[in-house]
């Protein structure tokens, strides 16, 4: 299948279903919480996958680049993905 943007559906991170996977896009946190996400690998064009959440649906566990990371949703706000349908 060939990949189009019609194809593609652009949604933020904290709003992604478990084992729903897709590439980040955008991240729009500024200053010192858009470089430590920056930091821990969240940058466009990165692949990741939902594995899954806490009961209280806070935090968000994702897998990107071999490894596990976990994010609180207010942090998870500020990632767009597009998710490939």
């Not at 430590?36 to 994702?62: E, F, S």
């Amino acid at each position: 299948m060939k990949l189009t943007t019609r194809n593609l559906k652009k949604q933020n991170l904290r709003t992604m279903k478990r084992h729903q996977s897709g590439t980040i896009s955008a991240v729009t946190a500024v200053g010192e919480l858009g470089r430590r996400i920056r930091d821990m690998g969240l940058v466009p064009g990165t692949a990741i996958t939902i594995q899954g959440r806490a009961p209280l649906k806070d935090p968000v566990a994702l897998r990107l680049m071999g490894f596990t990371l976990t994010l609180r949703n207010n942090e998870a706000d500020y990632i767009q993905v597009e998710i490939t349908e």
